[in-house]
């Protein structure tokens, strides 16, 4: 076999998550797949797994270790598998290019112990393969031509998502939707390379064959179209990530009870004792496809209690890396306090103001009490009752309204999830400009095709038309093993 470490070696792994589970799944991918399963099963038919048409499932035994000798790709040897038999379970062949990472795979599917599959992957090593890397098979797939690095990114989003709104944009990437629209915009701006470098070489010629009209039209519409992309990154990236929704304020103002009413479970400890909550608690939820994680925080108050203190630091921290926070006061405290001070409080202008036990507080006097706030904050304020759940489902849509519009649907347009791609667009847009301003200012053409070609190469870095090895290592060792 060659060097361990090279994409002619055949690799395997389990491909299934630890646990117990039902069934279980080892995969092997390369050149020598179905010789290294041809040692570990035996088909219950008595065939020969190189004889097998592609795609079907097929009953077998599993064994270890194989007698004839190991490391041997012969096929002309003729099977003696008369080993241990580990497990019993189904073969399927899957003959390249019709596989995921577009080589021979076959997959052994058995039982779902941990044992039985790692003796299934041991026997695999033992007639050999080696071990998969983290994401060596998707990346095999995009080194193949299966996927586009935008997709194998989307693969481990399909994978990690916990929103349904977050799996049908995951589902739409690895459609190639955002591929398509790279490579459109890509594609236009190496024809208007390829026009302006061919009006350079014949400039003798006094041949133009692209004007200067028609280009900056061309140049400001892929701007545009650059731009309404960027547009879409924060909520590509809440759709992707979720929501951190920090719940902050002084103590005993019913921070705990808020979360415990949101997640519609006693996730926090409720007491009428001020500094009970002296870390961050956090539970996630979803609200109508949006994943949401909700964080309550200690109170914040002047304490010299050095655990309370080291709460409130924590408390202080959790704000700053929050997408919202939910700034909760006590609504019959502030009846009896000059809400002028509340100025002070350094709330950000997309921020909540939540105002808690209204239901203790005479209807008039909320609707008084929310129009003084209103006037001298620049966040939104939300009136509610934990108690009785007033004001609970306004809260919710006003925190979901922040990231989503109400008739949000992942379908409405290509959207921009993940910072890489983000970035590479910034680079697109700022060469885009630097060609429009030397156009516009009547500079030489070679230098107005440097912020084209650089325009053309970020671009292309979204797709992994242009790219690094140390970018695709840093991408596909986010993923599991096995995948």
């Avoid at 108050?301 to 919202?324: N, P």
Wanted: proline share 3%; glycine share 8%.
């Amino acid at each position: 076999m060659p060097t361990v470490g090279t994409p002619e070696d055949t690799i395997c792994a389990i491909a299934t998550p630890a646990g117990e589970g039902g069934i279980g799944i080892v995969r092997i991918s390369g050149p020598h797949a179905v010789d290294i399963a041809s040692h570990v099963v035996r088909l219950r038919s008595k065939k020969s797994l190189h004889t097998l048409a592609s795609h079907k499932l097929h009953l077998a035994d599993i064994l270890f270790p194989p007698v004839r000798s190991i490391g041997s790709h012969s096929t002309s040897e003729p099977l003696q598998l008369t080993g241990q038999i580990v497990d019993e379970g189904l073969v399927v062949y899957m003959k390249a290019p019709r596989s995921f990472t577009a080589e021979d795979v076959v997959e052994i599917h058995c039982h779902g112990g941990w044992l039985v599959l790692q003796r299934v992957c041991e026997a695999c090593i033992a007639s050999g393969a080696r071990l998969a890397e983290a994401g060596e098979f998707t990346k095999r797939a995009f080194l193949n031509g299966r996927l586009d690095l935008s997709q194998a990114e989307a693969v481990l989003d399909t994978i990690r998502a916990k929103s349904e709104l977050g799996l049908k944009l995951a589902q739409r990437q690895l459609r190639g939707e955002l591929t398509q629209q790279v490579h459109r915009l890509r594609s236009g701006l190496v024809s208007l390379l390829a026009h302006l470098e061919a009006g350079i070489d014949f400039v003798d010629e006094d041949i133009a064959f692209v004007g200067r009209d028609e280009m900056i039209v061309s140049l400001q519409e892929t701007l545009a179209h650059i731009r309404r992309m960027l547009a879409t990154a924060e909520t590509g990236r809440v759709l992707r990530e979720g929501v951190r929704v920090v719940i902050a304020g002084e103590p005993n103002v019913g921070k705990s009870s808020l979360l415990n009413s949101l997640l519609h479970e006693n996730r926090a400890i409720v007491t009428d004792i001020p500094g009970t909550t002296r870390d961050l608690i956090e539970e996630s939820t979803v609200w109508q496809g949006l994943r949401v994680t909700l964080v309550d925080t200690a109170g914040l108050r002047d304490t010299t209690d050095l655990v309370e203190l080291e709460g409130i630091r924590r408390s202080k921290e959790a704000q700053d890396q929050a997408d919202i926070v939910l700034h909760v006061l006590d609504g019959t405290r502030l009846t009896q306090i000059d809400l002028g001070s509340i100025r002070l409080l350094s709330f950000g202008r997309d921020d909540l103001l939540v105002v808690n036990k209204i239901d203790l507080v005479a209807a008039g006097s909320v609707q008084s009490l929310s129009h003084t706030l209103r006037a001298i904050t620049r966040c939104e304020v939300l009136p509610i009752s934990v108690r009785t759940g007033e004001g609970l489902d306004a809260l919710k849509v006003a925190i979901q309204a922040q990231f989503v519009k109400p008739s949000f649907e992942p379908g409405d347009s290509v959207m921009v999830t993940q910072v890489r791609h983000r970035v590479a667009l910034e680079r697109a847009e700022a060469s885009l400009q630097e060609s429009l301003a030397s156009i516009e200012r009547g500079i030489a053409p070679e230098f107005v095709a440097v912020d084209l070609r650089g325009a053309g190469d970020a671009l292309g870095e979204i797709v992994g038309a242009v790219t690094s090895d140390e970018v695709l290592d840093r991408i596909f060792s986010e993923f599991c093993i096995g995948k």
